[in-house]
């Protein structure tokens, strides 16, 4: 399974970034015509998800996730003040997969890959792992 790998550097405390043209890049380099592309990130603070990268939507998720309490009585907190950055990212998911046709991912029509940055600003690792079919 050839593996491609990425990184991605965050300027805000949160943030979602568009990541499709990175991956498809992976997947080329990969040269894999058919399977599945898995996109994941190793942090547990950052998530992987598939939907529109339109304005009001990203704006809409941020204030979703922004409306999880920060700093409160979150016992993670004792260790590094980031408690509801973890649980976003545990209820959002740090992995995608998706079906490569033709040598690219395939992503309907308004579709993007997105990161979300919950813990920054950070440099994030971005794999992608291809399995052929």
């Known amino acids: 399974m050839p593996t491609q790998r990425f990184r991605i550097s965050?300027?805000?405390?949160?943030?979602?970034?568009?990541?499709?043209?990175?991956?498809?890049?992976?997947?080329?380099?990969?040269?894999?015509?058919?399977?599945l592309a898995c996109i994941s990130v190793p942090h547990c603070t950052c998530v992987v998800y598939?939907?529109?990268?339109?304005?009001?939507?990203?704006?809409?998720?941020?204030?979703?996730i922004n409306q999880l309490p920060a700093g409160g009585s979150w016992?993670?907190?004792r260790i590094d003040n980031n408690a509801e950055a973890h649980l976003m990212a545990s209820l959002m998911g740090s992995s995608?997969?998706?079906?490569?046709?033709?040598?690219?991912?395939?992503?309907?029509?308004?579709?993007?890959?997105?990161?979300?940055e919950l813990d920054g600003p950070r440099e994030r690792l971005v794999t992608v792992t291809i399995v052929p079919s």
């Open 10 to 35: 965050t300027a805000k405390h949160r943030q979602i970034t568009d990541i499709t043209s990175q991956v498809q890049e992976a997947v080329r380099a990969a040269g894999c015509d058919q399977g």
């Open 75 to 77: 016992q993670h907190n």
């Open 96 to 116: 995608t997969c998706l079906p490569v046709s033709g040598g690219q991912v395939e992503l309907g029509t308004w579709q993007r890959i997105m990161l979300i």
């Open 50 to 64: 598939v939907n529109e990268n339109e304005s009001g939507l990203i704006a809409d998720t941020l204030e979703l």
